[in-house]
């Protein structure tokens, strides 16, 4: 059952998305060379606890940190370490909250100062790609039009997605039916109706589409060890154009992921 949301539901959501594209901002402005990824993270949770609501990440399925650090190859669920950042790393953040009985989930891949071309354009082509699928989440359309879009992007540029992982719905639960691939084909999978709430997230990676889990359970990396970026968004389906209740527009004030 993919739960359609009501206007006080989605308001609670919308807090939820405003506070997690705030956290992400507030940490993109902490990304420097010499900065521990546990540094940031501290800065993440002390943020969600001074706006009144709680890290939805910590602790969930035993996660021990309030933010995914997943550095170059690393595609999503890093966990925050001594590991101070260094020019050059591509650093997808992804950050979940919890208030008011709702979630928030947001993901957004910085460079730490000066980027290779070929990683600016990763970042590019996924920030993009995720824009591409947000177009498609129309009600009448079905999941497989969001999937194609990203994965039709991507795929010409010489870019590959990721299967392992793929977005989801989002309420009262942090992940939520249905699930969004980022890979499928237009016209297949559940139809999208006014009012489903979902959070798209392409993850894309610079080579192969083959990962593995680290030992930790929870790094999942390229298997060829070639770059990967995450883009995360909260859309409500609605009929004609989509509702974009987070924004990355907190972040676009000070950092420009075309210039990164
Ligand atoms: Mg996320
Ligand atoms: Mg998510």
Request: net charge negative.
């Amino acid at each position: 059952m993919i739960k359609i949301r009501t206007g006080e539901e989605i308001a609670l959501l919308k807090e939820n998305a405003l506070l997690v594209s705030k956290t992400l901002a507030e940490i993109g402005r902490h990304i420097a060379p010499g900065v521990t990824t546990k540094a940031l993270d501290q800065i993440a949770e002390t943020f969600i606890r001074d706006h009144g609501a709680e890290p939805a990440f910590l602790g969930y399925d035993g996660f021990p940190a309030s933010l995914c650090v997943s550095l170059n190859s690393t595609v999503v669920h890093g966990i925050p370490s001594d590991y101070a950042l260094q020019e050059g790393d591509v650093v997808s953040i992804d950050c979940g909250t919890r208030y008011k009985g709702y979630y928030g989930d947001s993901a957004y891949t910085f460079g730490v100062g000066t980027l290779a071309p070929p990683d600016k354009q990763l970042l590019r082509v996924t920030h993009d790609a995720l824009f591409k699928g947000i177009a498609r989440a129309v009600a009448g359309n079905r999941v497989g039009d969001i999937s194609a879009a990203v994965q039709n992007y991507v795929e010409p540029l010489g870019f590959s997605v990721v299967r392992k992982m793929v977005g989801h719905g989002i309420g009262t639960n942090l992940h939520e039916k249905p699930d969004v691939p980022n890979y499928g084909r237009q016209g297949k999978g559940k139809k999208l109706t006014d009012g489903m709430v979902l959070c798209i997230e392409p993850m894309i990676n610079a080579g192969g589409s083959s990962v593995y889990l680290e030992e930790d359970g929870w790094t999942l990396k390229t298997a060829d060890h070639k770059n990967s970026a995450h883009f995360e968004l909260t859309v409500v389906v609605r009929s004609g154009k989509p509702e974009i209740l987070s924004t990355f527009d907190f972040i676009d004030e000070y950092y420009n992921t075309y210039q990164a």
